[in-house]
């Protein structure tokens, strides 16, 4: 009986001493530089808002938030990277939809974004944007169509990846459509828009903050977003519904994860950390100027939860429909 008791007492001790390491580890936190890794090359709409907010959780805290590109595989590699990294809150993967793709889409992932990430914070959403190189002959969604259906398997339409909120919005399109379009994946949007201006591909359905510069220098036509509403940062431009393609809708979204064991005191400090940098007006007007969507408040680590389940689920009805599979 005493040593039952005994063994309580020590295993509430150890409780309540982990409970309040914990604590203390996220009082003093971050303590040194954290690490948040980007799936994509270095320029677009994941690496831009992963900066935009780097910077400002470095002037708020003091510590520095690093910004490193580990490109390849739809951002695959850089969340299993992440995935088997210290669960100590010092690197960080800035995760996107097309995270919640890949789940159902490849075969062979070296992680399991459900039980090995463990989500903090929704940083943005964004709308997708088709856009066209200007020497192709079409101005709407359309002719877009007409122009595929005449050039059945020619018309290009590149991606940041396959997977990718954008390769998967084109596949959507072509389902939609009963078009025939050749798509062209890149390591990365940044890439991809510098082929497209370069007409090297004819269109693509780009996250909107990586192709309106280019929309608005002229480089680029737009013809429609992939939002179920108009977008204020693309004003003229119709949404895909409103172009005569029912039911079209894609919204790209970004959040931050941490490896699986990071202790909750730490999610939260991040969360509300994020949370206090949205705020900022120097994030704010950055958002504005890139077309970011900022999350709708509260934006708990619940309500990422939640989300990465939904859209997980979401897209596993689209890609079983498209029978489409990566090993």
């Not at 980007?38 to 994941?46: D, E, H, K, Q």
């Not at 192709?211 to 949404?239: C, D, H, M, S, Y």
Request: proline fraction near 7%.
């Amino acid at each position: 009986m005493k040593k039952n008791l005994l063994t309580k007492m020590l295993t509430l001790t150890a409780g309540v001493l982990a409970s309040a390491s914990m604590a203390v580890q996220a009082a003093d936190y971050p303590s040194k530089p954290v690490n948040l890794v980007v799936g994509y090359s270095a320029g677009g709409a994941t690496d831009r808002v992963a900066r935009i907010i780097a910077r400002e959780l470095t002037s708020q805290t003091g510590q520095p938030f690093i910004v490193e590109n580990r490109p390849g595989a739809n951002s695959n590699i850089a969340a299993a990277y992440v995935a088997g990294q210290q669960p100590d809150g010092y690197t960080i993967f800035v995760g996107s939809v097309a995270n919640t793709i890949s789940r159902s889409l490849y075969s062979n992932l070296q992680y399991d974004l459900l039980k090995d990430l463990k989500p903090i914070v929704l940083l943005t959403t964004i709308s997708n944007i088709l856009v066209v190189h200007p020497d192709l002959p079409v101005n709407s969604v359309k002719e877009y169509i007409e122009y595929a259906k005449a050039n059945p398997g020619k018309l290009m339409c590149a991606s940041s990846g396959v997977g990718s909120s954008i390769h998967l919005s084109c596949e959507l399109f072509k389902m939609q459509t009963g078009t025939d379009i050749l798509h062209i994946p890149y390591k990365g949007s940044a890439p991809a828009v510098a082929d497209l201006v370069g007409g090297q591909v004819d269109s693509m359905f780009d996250n909107l903050p990586s192709a309106i510069p280019q929309v608005r220098g002229g480089k680029l036509k737009a013809l429609a977003v992939t939002a179920n509403e108009p977008v204020p940062f693309a004003p003229g431009v119709p949404t895909v519904i409103e172009s005569g393609v029912k039911g079209f809708e894609v919204s790209s979204w970004f959040g931050l994860y941490a490896p699986a064991g990071t202790p909750q005191a730490i999610i939260d400090k991040l969360n509300a950390d994020v949370n206090k940098a949205l705020t900022s007006p120097s994030v704010i007007q950055a958002y504005e100027e890139a077309g970011f969507m900022m999350p709708a408040k509260p934006n708990s680590v619940a309500d990422l939860a939640n989300k990465t389940q939904v859209e997980v689920d979401k897209w596993q009805a689209v890609i079983e429909s498209a029978n489409l599979k990566m090993d």
